[in-house]
């Protein structure tokens, strides 16, 4: 039987126990501070996508470095962004958020560690292979998840609280801060797999149109949903004077705009020879998602 | 005339100027606070270190990207340890520390951003020029960097205050908190330098014992300066109920300790045909500074 989603998710999950193993030392609270968040479940989007995007290109090898590498990067963003000092989360993924179980100080900690360590695993593989293409794959996660990319979306968020802002100012937040990590996902996907220069701008195209899917649903669930349902406090962006697309558009219409974007990120994949089906069922399923 | 160290530091300074330019744009004030801490002086240390350490082993082209990077990331560890959930500090080098100025939020985030752009910063520099001792050389400051290194560091000095620790406590985490960082610097510089593997680990041994009488000094002047010539808060320490190493020694015995691991690093730089003369004279210099 064919692999699913969800079995590529597991696969992923069962990498991340490997990261950090629990060893007795000095650093003991810290590693335990980072596998808390780490481990707590998610759907490990983005891993997966970078893995169907691999293999879509014809990868055959593995790439656990970064399929690693880019979760604990998405997971450190997290750690930070509930932070007393930023949203002020008490929940995530249905546990306690980093800094309510291990203090303040170590959760900023422990995310700072996931950033650097994502690096330091990405860098080793890279040498161990002798491989540019792989050095070229994690300069393409430093652009997005950096200053100009993941950060500068959050920045930018953060100042337009309680603001009224154009369509222009919530794309360009959406684009970076959510955007960002998940095309970089598929284009580093596209590039470890050996993709043609075509493969990694179609692979790395879905990518973008796919994240503005991903974050016009989170928007709507943030409104609509149940806290069992998803794992987090609902109603937050109006509890924190967020800017989201249901300031400029009603639920339908936001469908309505996704149900396009999604048919255009599956008219890419179409361009692509390899075997693209879990990537357009991805696609599919982020639209359809409760949680 | 030849160079002298402050020449080197003043370099750096002028090479970090121009890593952000200030461009009005969407993330200006994000660029404005890692600015802020970047271009706030200090020593330049680590990057100095790093230089002169690459043209002891012959390096003769320029290596703006891994000097730079070096700094950025002790500088981002300078902003988050200032916080307040971390030493809850008001001044550093003489001004406002980060997030007084710009509000917890964006430190935290600038401070993210600095580590952040720092791989991106020599990850682009490695691809252009095709070389994998570059990757090598990223790959060592990654790990000094991290949880095995600055970060456990950090853990451990913080776990330890109000406690009672033994000695070697203590060295484990000056040698990660300080010294995993600047021996980092002489090593990526020996590497990048082209050094043999025997140079390499000279000039890492030397970073070592370098910093640890860094760190020694560091915690003398802390209890024996004014906040006038330390640029920041003094009694720090005791503030915080740190452990150093006055706890184990009189001021005497720390200098004399001092005195000690200079010499032993002064004599590994014996062993190295290059030019290693302002090497020597800065490991001099450190037992001296006032500030």
Known sequence: MAKTFSDYAKQVSEKLEHVFPTIAGPFENLYKAMNYSLLAGGKRIRPVLMQLAYEAVGGKAEIDAYLCGIEMIHTYSLIHDDLPAM???????????????????????????????????????????????????????????????????????????????????????????????????????????????????????????????????????????????????????????KNTYLNFYTIEKCYEIAEELTTKAIGLLDQIDGDTQLLKDLAQQLIMRRN
């Open 87 to 241: 949203d002020d989360d008490d929940y995530r993924r249905g546990k306690l958020t980093n800094h309510k179980v291990f203090g303040e100080a170590t959760a900023i900690l422990a995310g700072d560690a996931l950033l650097n360590d994502a690096f330091c695993l990405m860098l080793e593989d890279a040498l161990k292979s002798d491989s540019m293409e792989k050095v070229r794959a994690i300069h393409v996660l430093s652009m997005a998840s950096g200053s100009a990319g993941m950060i500068g979306g959050q920045i930018l968020d953060m100042e337009s609280e309680n603001k009224a802002i154009d369509q222009d100012t919530l794309d360009l937040i959406h684009l970076n801060k959510t955007g960002a990590l998940i095309s970089a996902a598929t284009k580093m996907g596209a590039i470890l797999g050996g993709g043609s220069p075509r493969e990694v701008s179609l692979l790395e195209a879905y990518g973008k149109y796919i994240g503005k899917v991903f974050q016009i649903v989170d928007d709507i669930l943030d409104q609509t949903s149940t806290i069992e349902e998803l794992g987090k406090p609902i109603n937050s962006d109006e509890k924190n004077h």
